[in-house]
């Protein structure tokens, strides 16, 4: 036995902390935030300004929970399809960090609690909407699509938009127009972000048995349909647009400039990975697909402030 092995056995602080690496890894931190952002947006949208803080924290809290747990227990169904990728051997439960029931008794109590705290601070409509947006994830993404069709990312695409219809109904209590609209825009993100990322790991989804674009269709065809899924993208982003020409104050000047200059550049990566098939390519274009979606609802939240500013 080594002197380091010694020490991690007679020092339980770092065993705890390894485990609560374990269990931050298990929730997907980095998605969780940018899927909270998004929630955090509409209920900025939703409010035209800053939402109040009763509402807005626990929602955002609830949205931790929500998304964490959810990822959680897709890892414990997926646990056998990560061991046999490279990209995904190392999580928690493969890497044999966390026992597959814990991370299933974890990430079901996360959804719960989501659902509890929206229901019990903010209203049902938005609890309500949380638990669909896990059970969507989980059941119809993860147990039917991911393994079974091509369409899995087109039609499971609908469970990262969900946390955005949950910021809505936290401010308003209903569900509008305009909050599907937000919906359609993360809807028809995922797909050229998703594709992307599955140009660089192929392999690790042939070997897996997962018919994600590039392995059921090919990369050319992926590539494809990467630009056209950005077309129809940034053309929904720009309905704000054509509705502020009818009186609607959903979103201004700011955000439109924003979304067409941001779009512009989603649409010239989609093309040059066409162009220049490559996974240096392919690498930066889903690196970028990250950073527009990030910046398109940061956008949201400026136009907001300043009309309330000027």
Known sequence: MTMTSTVKQNNPSSSLGETLRAYRELMKLLIVILLVFTTVTAMVVAAKGIPQLN????????????????SAVNQYIDRDM???????????????????????????????????????FVNWLAAILALIGAVYYVVLYTLILK???????????????????????????TLSL?????????FYWTPP?????????????????VPMMP???????????????????????????????????????????AALLLGIGLIYMAWWLIREPTKAVARATYKYSSLYLALLFLAMIIDRILVNIF
Not at 55 to 70: K, N, Q, R, S, Y
Not at 93 to 113: C, D, K, Q, Y
Not at 220 to 228: C, E
């Open 178 to 186: 305009e909050a599907w609209l937000l919906f359609a825009i993360v």
């Open 193 to 209: 972000h998703s594709w992307a990322l599955a140009i660089l790991v192929n392999r690790d989804y042939a070997a897996a048995g």
């Open 55 to 70: 509402l807005l924290v626990p929602t955002i809290f609830a949205g931790i929970f929500a998304a964490g747990g959810a």
């Open 147 to 173: 393994r079974n069709t091509v369409l899995n990312i087109v039609i499971g695409g609908g469970a990262g938009a969900m946390p955005v219809l949950v910021g809505w109904a936290a401010v308003t209590g």
């Open 215 to 257: 392995v059921a269709r090919g990369e050319d065809t992926t590539r494809t349909q990467i630009l056209l899924y950005s077309l129809q993208l940034v053309a929904i982003t720009l309905i704000p647009g054509i509705a502020l020409l009818f009186g609607s104050d959903m979103l201004g000047i700011f955000y439109l400039i």
């Open 82 to 120: 990560d061991g046999k990728m490279q990209r995904t051997a190392r999580r928690p439960i493969p890497s044999g960090r966390v026992e597959p029931i814990n991370a299933l008794i974890f990430g079901l109590a996360l959804i719960v609690w989501s659902v509890l705290i929206l229901g019990w």
